[in-house]
């Protein structure tokens, strides 16, 4: 794999290096072959990376080994949720799908039977609520500047 498909930079410049990312198949019984592709969202969730961070990128386009290399990884909860739940996307797990269903219940729609432009706004509804009380748990309140205004605007969205 080249570098359009194994480097990671979070921009044009910076600390930046070789990437891994690990796949969870949901439908093995697919089969495998050269036609597979890792963005069929239907089939592979990306749900761990290793970034190795071992070059420094200048504005130039020149990597030199960064003095202190080292390995960053992430592993998304609501991934993770998503594998060992087996439900089909993130929305559905018993992180977000409790909101998801009680806003559909409020509006008076099964959510099982909505058509999926439905269904994506029970599921922004149910995003945004979580972020919303995550950032009140913050102890962020709605405001006109910075993180008080992400509330205020997650709000009006939700309502």
């Known amino acids: 794999m080249g570098a359009a498909d194994n480097f990671w930079a979070s921009g044009p410049t910076g600390p930046c290096g070789p990437c891994s990312e690990l796949y969870y198949d949901f439908h093995p019984e697919r089969g495998s072959g050269p036609e597979v592709s890792l963005e069929d969202d239907s089939r592979f969730i990306e749900f761990y990376n290793l970034v190795f961070m071992e070059l420094n990128r200048d504005a130039g386009g020149a990597l030199t080994p960064l003095a202190a290399k080292n390995i960053d990884t992430g592993m998304g909860l609501e991934r993770m949720a998503q594998i060992l739940q087996g439900v089909p996307n993130n929305y559905e797990t018993d992180l977000i799908f409790p909101i998801v269903a009680k806003a559909a219940e409020l509006a008076g729609i099964d959510y099982a039977a909505a058509p999926p432009a439905a269904q994506t706004a029970l599921k922004v ?35």
Do not use: E, K, M, Q
């Not at 149910?126 to 993180?147: E, F, Q």
């Open 125 to 159: 509804i149910g995003d945004h609520v979580r972020a919303v009380v995550y950032l009140l748990s913050d102890g962020v309140l709605p405001s006109n500047v910075g993180r008080g205004y992400v509330v205020r605007r997650l709000l009006r969205r939700v309502i």
